[in-house]
């Protein structure tokens, strides 16, 4: 394995693709031609997704395929703007300074807004809360990895 080392679950295995998403996107990339590092990045996902599908994980409550997912970062990561993008279990959270601008985009991509918490969202909606839940709470039952696609896009990933 060259890109997705250690990878046990498919949890894992979708950060580490977000990370990789994140360093070696063309959009990032304007000065290099990275687009056969994706493509390798993309097939090896691919192959060990299939094999970590008969781990159980949160795959079998998702309401999305995982080439869903990847288009959907690919997409957050393209359009370039100010925002910070959070993978909390089984959804996508993007708030910022941008968000207004790229408001449309979301709406396209099928994100929905969350008034409480002043951010949009992703993913799956399996679960039926019978109270609010704050952002920090979801975090923790959940786990959270952060990304700001314009503050990062030239820093290694360790």
Known sequence: MKWFD????????????????????PDNNPETDTTKIMQ?????????????????????????????????????????ANITIELIGRWIWVYGPDTRVIKKHLKELGFRWAPKKEK??????????????????????YGSTVYNPIKEEHKAIH
């Open 40 to 80: 390798s990045i993309n097939s090896e996902y691919d192959s060990i997704l299939k094999t970590l599908k008969g781990v159980k994980d949160h795959e079998e409550t998702a309401d999305f395929s995982e080439d869903e997912l990847k288009n959907v970062l690919n997409e957050l990561v393209s359009l370039r």
């Open 120 to 141: 949009w969202h992703w993913g799956t909606s399996a679960h039926k809360f019978t109270k609010p839940m704050d952002m920090d709470f979801i975090r923790s039952k």
């Open 6 to 25: 250690n990878i046990t679950t498919i949890d894992s295995l979708r950060q580490r693709y977000k990370e990789l998403l994140m360093k070696y996107h």
